[in-house]
C-alpha cells in the first residue's frame, strides 16, 4: 500500500484545512486508515480513523466536533477537515493504513503502511 498526503500549509488561529490522503496499491488489505500527527519534540498520536466499509469513524478527544474524516471508495482517498484550527494543531500530520486488525484502531502498532507526511502550522 502506497500512501501520500498532502493540504498542509499555514493558516491562522481560527482557520480551516483539508488534508488529502489517496491510496493505492493493495488497499483492499486495509481496513481502516488512520490519521497521526507528530509535534516537534513529542510522540506520534492518534488524531482521527475511518473503516472503509462501513465508515465507522474514530477521534482523538483533543479534536472531536472540529475534525471530520471521510473517505471515498472509488478514489481510494481518505480526507480530514480541519476545522477551528488552534496552535497546539501544527504538527506534521501523516496518513496511515492498517494491517494488524486486532490493535486497536487508535492504536499506532495497527497500522504499518504510512504517508509522507504535510506539515500544517497556525499561527496565533
Known amino acids: 500500500v502506497q500512501l501520500q498526503a498532502f493540504g498542509g500549509g499555514l493558516v491562522r488561529a481560527g482557520g480551516s484545512l483539508r488534508l488529502s490522503c489517496a491510496a493505492s496499491?493493495?488497499?483492499?488489505?486495509?481496513?481502516?486508515m488512520g490519521w497521526f500527527r507528530q509535534a516537534p519534540g513529542k510522540e506520534r498520536e492518534f488524531v482521527s480513523g475511518?473503516?472503509?466499509?462501513?465508515?465507522?469513524?474514530y477521534y482523538a478527544d483533543s479534536v472531536k466536533g472540529r475534525f471530520t474524516i471521510s473517505r471515498d471508495n472509488a478514489k481510494n482517498t481518505v480526507y480530514l477537515q480541519m476545522n477551528s484550527l488552534k496552535p497546539e494543531d501544527t504538527a506534521v500530520y501523516y496518513c496511515?493504513?492498517?494491517?494488524?486488525?486486532?490493535?486497536?484502531?487508535?492504536?499506532?502498532?495497527?497500522?504499518?503502511?504510512w504517508g509522507q507526511g504535510t506539515l500544517v502550522t497556525v499561527s496565533s
Open positions: 496511515a493504513a492498517d494491517r494488524d486488525i486486532t490493535r486497536s484502531p487508535y492504536s499506532r502498532d495497527r497500522y504499518h503502511y
Open positions: 496499491g493493495r488497499t483492499v488489505s486495509s481496513s481502516v
Open positions: 475511518i473503516r472503509w466499509s462501513p465508515a465507522v469513524t
